[in-house]
C-alpha cells in the first residue's frame, strides 16, 4: 500500500514540474501589460483661454472676438446687456437663445458651427417682441414644468407695483417688481380689505420675472445646496433645487400674474394671520394659492402659501370650492368634466377630491424656500 501510495506521489509531482516549465500562451490573462487594466485618466480641464485659443468662445473668455461676438447677438436681438468684452452669464445665455433658434446644438459656447451661423447672411434673429396678453383666454393660462413659454415671452400690460400700492398698504420689496396691470388692481383690493380687517404689514417680496431673472434664481439655489451639502454634485444640487425652483421658462412668475406675499419681518409666513387671511379670502378677489401641501404630486412643486396666482373671480371661486389646483382644473375643462358656466358634468361630482397619489420625496433637510425667494 505504501509503496502505491509513493507512486502516486510521484506521478503528481512530475505533473507539476511539467506545467511549469510549459510557456504561458500569449492570449492568458497573465501576458495583459498593465496599461490594458489601468483606469484612463481623466481628461484636464480646458481653461476659456485655451478655448479661445482654439476658436471656441466660452464662458470666462475676454477680447476682441467676444466684443465682435456681443455686437452680433446684440443686432440681432438676442443679447440686451453690455457690450464689454467679457463672456459672462448673459452673453452665455444669448449665445443659447441663438443656438436654439437656428438649430443648433444650444451648448451656450460659441465654437466653430455656431460662429459660422452666427456670422452667416441667413442667421435668424430673435423674434420681434410680442405682448401676450395673458387674460385674454377663457381657461387661465397654464405654465407649469410640462407646460412653458420661452425666453422671448413677455406678457402686455406690466406695471410697476409701486405706481398702484402705496407704502401705508404694503412694503414693496424690489421697487422695480412689476405684475399686469389687472392682476395688480386685484391684489390693491385684497390688500385694501386686508387692512380693513385688521391685518397690516403686508410684503411682495416678487412678481413678474424674466427669463434671465429665473435663470439666476435657480443657479442661486443650486449654490446654496452645494454650499450646505458638500458631498453633492451639481445633478443632485439641481434635483433638490427644482423641488422649490422652477426651470427658465416654467415659472409662473413669467406671466406677471403671480406674486409671493408675505408679513414683514416674520422669518415664515406659513400660520401667521396674514397667510389664514389670504387662504380664506383671496379667491374673493381672483386669486388662488397655487401651490398647496396636499397638491405637491400634481403641481410638482412643494407648498408655498405665500404664492398667489391671478385668475379671475369665477375660476378662483370654482376652484376653491371643489378644491383643486389649477392642473386639475384645466384638465377638467378639457375633458369637458367642468364647464365654464361654474357647473360639474353629470358623473363627476367628486372631481374635487385630492389625488390619492403620494407628495413625492421631499430633499433631504433644508429642501423648503421662504416666502422671502419663493421661486416657482
Not at 500569449?26 to 501576458?31: F, L, W
Amino acid at each position: 500500500m505504501n509503496q502505491r501510495i509513493r507512486r502516486i506521489l510521484a506521478f503528481i509531482l512530475t505533473a507539476v514540474m511539467l506545467c511549469m516549465l510549459l510557456p504561458v500562451s500569449a492570449e492568458s490573462p497573465a501576458q495583459e501589460t498593465p496599461q490594458e487594466t489601468e483606469k484612463p485618466t481623466e481628461k484636464p480641464k480646458v481653461s476659456a483661454s485655451e478655448l479661445q485659443a482654439q476658436g471656441i468662445l466660452t464662458y470666462g473668455a475676454k477680447g476682441e472676438d467676444v466684443k465682435r461676438l456681443q455686437q452680433r447677438l446684440k443686432d440681432l436681438g438676442y443679447l440686451s446687456g453690455k457690450v464689454d468684452g467679457a463672456f459672462g452669464g448673459g452673453t452665455k445665455r444669448a449665445v443659447i437663445a441663438f443656438q436654439r433658434r437656428n438649430g443648433l446644438t444650444a451648448d451656450g459656447e460659441a465654437g466653430e458651427a455656431t460662429l459660422a451661423k452666427l456670422y452667416a447672411e441667413d442667421a435668424l434673429p430673435a423674434p420681434a417682441e410680442e405682448k401676450t396678453d395673458v387674460l385674454a383666454g377663457a381657461v387661465p393660462m397654464l405654465v407649469n414644468k410640462d407646460h412653458t413659454v420661452d425666453e422671448f415671452f413677455a406678457p402686455a400690460d406690466l406695471v410697476k407695483l409701486k405706481d398702484y400700492l402705496g407704502t401705508n398698504l404694503v412694503k414693496i420689496k424690489y421697487k422695480d417688481t412689476r405684475g399686469v396691470e389687472t392682476a395688480v388692481e386685484a391684489l390693491k383690493a385684497m390688500l385694501q380689505a386686508a387692512v380693513a380687517d385688521g391685518l397690516k404689514k403686508w410684503q411682495v417680496a416678487a412678481g413678474y420675472r424674466t427669463w434671465d431673472d429665473q435663470v439666476k434664481m435657480l443657479n442661486k439655489k443650486i449654490a446654496s445646496y452645494r454650499k450646505s451639502h458638500k458631498d453633492w454634485n451639481s445633478s443632485k444640487a439641481r434635483r433638490a433645487a427644482l423641488r422649490s425652483v422652477a426651470e427658465p421658462g416654467a415659472s409662473e412668475h413669467h406671466l406677471g400674474l403671480a406674486f409671493d406675499v408675505n408679513k414683514v419681518g416674520a422669518s415664515t409666513f406659513a400660520g401667521t394671520k396674514q397667510s389664514k387671511w389670504l387662504n380664506e379670502h383671496c379667491w374673493e378677489y381672483g386669486f388662488i394659492i397655487r401651490y398647496t401641501k396636499e397638491k405637491e404630486s400634481i403641481t410638482g412643486f412643494e407648498a408655498e402659501p405665500w404664492h398667489i396666482r391671478y385668475v379671475g373671480v369665477e375660476h378662483a371661486k370654482y376652484m376653491k370650492e371643489h378644491n383643486l389646483c389649477l392642473e386639475e382644473y384645466v384638465q377638467g375643462i378639457e375633458d369637458g368634466s367642468i364647464v365654464l358656466n361654474g357647473q360639474l358634468n353629470e358623473g363627476d361630482a367628486d372631481a374635487g377630491e385630492p389625488a390619492e397619489d403620494e407628495a413625492p420625496e421631499e430633499p433631504a433637510e433644508d429642501g423648503g424656500e421662504t416666502e422671502e425667494d419663493g421661486a416657482a
